[in-house]
């Protein structure tokens, strides 16, 4: 593999610098472990972050060189897609131009003791991984033991790697980066399927961000040798990826073939991790990889049943992704439309189509998927739910909330300020305001994974326009709904006995006002919705999302905090609700990660510098 494109650079640059970097790389090369921690200003976090360091040429370790040594079936596409390397533009301001909480000292000590609190509860979580569980994917944090999830290849500790870095921890850091570098091997797993999708936000974007900020060049060694494996998966008649992956036949050099049914979210958000790693290696075959998706998706956004999005699965044997009808936001789609805007902050907009598939899928999500759910207090909030649309104009929607769709507040917001999209930071406030809105409804104060509402007449196309009619609160249409739904005939009632019926529904399920069903009562410790309204903190700098974020930590440890670390909860609606005996990785990786950083000095992580992907791994965004 060859890295040499980066380092050709440095001969173009001043002859000083040149001979300043040049030390500085011999220095970090003959370090045994190439650990470039002093080159970052801060003690207590990333502060003055380093440009990524021009890397060696890479051999992988010798017990770690399967996957670059397995011969493809069908070699890389010739010529390669050329990396975007040229100029960037000058995007408009992400963060928000000042953040008035910063300008109180009280208000600072608030939130620094808060970040302590978040911290603590990190660390926790972590002692509990590396006592019982060091090196498998999560630890069991009710009974403790061990558990592989994603492949064996230690999940936690990769998602929890930049986590680490940004909340100061440099030696458990240090210790987690010298365990990865000898111990994480890609070239074995114990199981038969791997989600590409799921290794490439977690391990691939997980070393990449830890290789971001801290420089140490073992982590985008670990990122190349995911990328050389996960490169195999591309190994198809038509260059599209298998999404679940036989593994052990791909290993074995069986000839494969990308299926016919793939979740679009699983197909259309490998792009920034592999484009990334291309960038730092030098390598264009990553990026020429995704970026052939991202093609075909363009080409056929606009002969979809619903022009602008894409259905929920799509056909990579064929590279089709206008067949299906049906058009969620949420579930197994989400990051597909994420990646897109990030896309384009990630190479400095160098790649236009990013940008207009952005446009126009927000244009059709803003007319078709967004609502107003009917609610007690009239609050003027969205939800973000599903649409099936036959393509001769009938459009239903399925007035679902789901926590993963949290993650469009933040969406919009960042959209929004990118590309200079005034209603859509409106948008963005509308659906955190939805998320905040379904947070508080619940005893716990956390909201189910999953649930149905009754939406409001909408007249505009997000439902929400000064003429659109008043969201009034229906005790007996929502009270109709919820019967409709337990399957309940109301036709002969009056509204005394209808309303009865309702109660009793009501009471069993414990259902919250303006709730119609809850098709799902977890919380399986999700970061989107504090991630959204850590996004929209940073663009807008409204100091009372501190508090919403202090309510939403406080209500989640309280429920979730077991003996050990925190616990999937399985039920929302429950005084007290019981452990699931489950972390996953993104509770260090994301959740935590967003409350730490709202609560941190503002220019920690800034958005004009860095993207998030969408396992809260920040990317550096190429600047001009
Ligand atoms: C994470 O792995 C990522 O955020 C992904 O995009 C969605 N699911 C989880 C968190 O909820």
Redesign the pocket.
């Known amino acids: 593999m060859a890295f040499g494109a980066r380092r050709r650079g440095i001969l173009f640059l001043a002859p000083s610098a040149a001979f300043l970097l040049l030390l500085l790389y011999l220095h970090l090369w003959t370090d045994e472990h190439a650990f470039a921690g002093p080159l970052l200003s801060s003690s207590s976090g990333g502060h003055g972050y380093s440009p990524p360091i021009p890397v060696k040429d890479w051999q992988p370790r010798p017990e770690f060189s399967f996957w670059s040594q397995l011969p493809y079936h069908h070699n890389p596409p010739q010529p390669l897609k050329p990396l975007p390397t040229g100029k960037p533009v000058q995007f408009p301001r992400v963060q928000a131009e000042t953040f008035p909480a910063e300008k109180s000292g009280s208000k600072r000590a608030q939130r620094a003791q808060r970040r302590e609190k978040v911290k603590k509860v990190f660390k926790r979580c972590w002692d509990s991984y590396r006592k019982f569980a060091w090196l498998a994917d999560e630890v069991a944090p009710v009974s403790g033991g061990p558990r592989n999830t994603y492949g064996g290849w230690a999940a936690t500790l990769v998602d929890a790697l930049d986590t680490m870095w940004i909340m100061g921890m440099k030696s458990e850091f240090r210790e987690a980066v010298d365990a990865a570098a000898t111990g994480i091997n890609f070239t074995t797993t114990d199981v038969k399927d791997v989600n590409v999708f799921?290794t490439t936000?977690?391990y691939l974007g997980g070393f990449l961000a830890a290789y971001d900020l801290s420089g140490d060049v073992r982590l985008l060694q670990k990122a190349a040798e995911v990328g050389e494996m996960l490169y195999h998966a591309f190994d198809t008649p038509n260059h599209m990826p298998i999404t679940r992956w036989d593994w052990q036949a791909a290993a074995r050099g069986s000839k494969q073939e990308a299926p016919g049914s793939v979740l679009l979210?699983e197909i259309g958000?490998l792009s920034m991790e592999f484009t990334r790693l291309s960038l730092l290696t030098g390598e264009a075959k990553w990026f020429d990889a995704v970026h052939r998706i991202a093609e075909a998706m363009a080409a056929q956004q606009d002969e979809t049943a619903l022009p602008g999005l894409w259905p929920l699965a799509v056909n990579a044997r064929d590279a089709v992704f206008n067949e299906g009808n049906f058009f969620p936001l949420g579930a197994m789609a989400?990051?597909a439309y994420?990646y897109l805007p990030k896309m384009s902050a990630l190479v400095g907009g160098q790649l236009p189509i990013y940008r207009t598939m952005y446009e126009k899928a927000i244009n059709t999500a803003s007319r078709h998927n967004l609502f107003r759910p009917m609610n007690p207090t009239g609050e003027d909030v969205l939800i973000a739910g599903a649409v099936r649309s036959d393509g001769r104009g009938k459009v239903d929607l399925e007035p679902e909330g789901q926590?993963?769709a949290c993650?469009l507040g933040g969406l919009f917001a960042l959209g929004g300020k990118l590309f200079g999209r005034p209603r859509d930071l409106e948008t963005a406030v509308g659906l955190v305001n939805g998320c905040i809105w379904a947070y508080k409804s619940f005893p716990s104060g956390i909201m189910a994974e999953t649930f149905l509402t009754v939406p409001c007449n909408k007249s505009s196309p997000d439902g929400r326009a000064a003429e659109d009619p008043p969201c009034q609160w229906d005790e007996l249409a929502w009270k109709r709904e919820v019967l409709r739904l337990a399957g309940k005939e109301t036709a002969d009632m009056d509204a005394e006995k209808l309303s009865a019926a309702a109660d009793k529904v009501i009471e069993t399920h414990r259902l919250p006002k303006g709730f119609s069903r809850l098709t799902d009562k977890r919380y399986?410790l999700?970061?989107?919705a504090i991630e959204s309204v850590f996004i929209l903190y940073r663009t807008t700098g409204a100091e009372e999302l501190l508090d919403v974020a202090w309510d939403m930590f406080s209500a989640i440890e309280k429920a979730t905090a077991t003996q050990l670390a925190n616990s999937e909860v399985t039920d929302v609606t429950a005084d007290k609700p019981r452990f699931a005996d489950s972390m996953?990785s993104?509770w260090l990786g994301?959740t935590l990660k967003y409350f730490y950083l709202i609560f941190s000095e503002p220019d920690l992580i800034s958005l004009d510098e860095f993207v998030f992907n969408?396992?809260?791994h920040p990317l550096r965004r190429m600047l001009p």
Request: net charge negative.
């Open positions: 799921e936000i977690r979210a958000s989400d990051s994420e926590h993963l993650f399986i999700r970061p989107e996953e993104f994301e969408t396992e809260a």
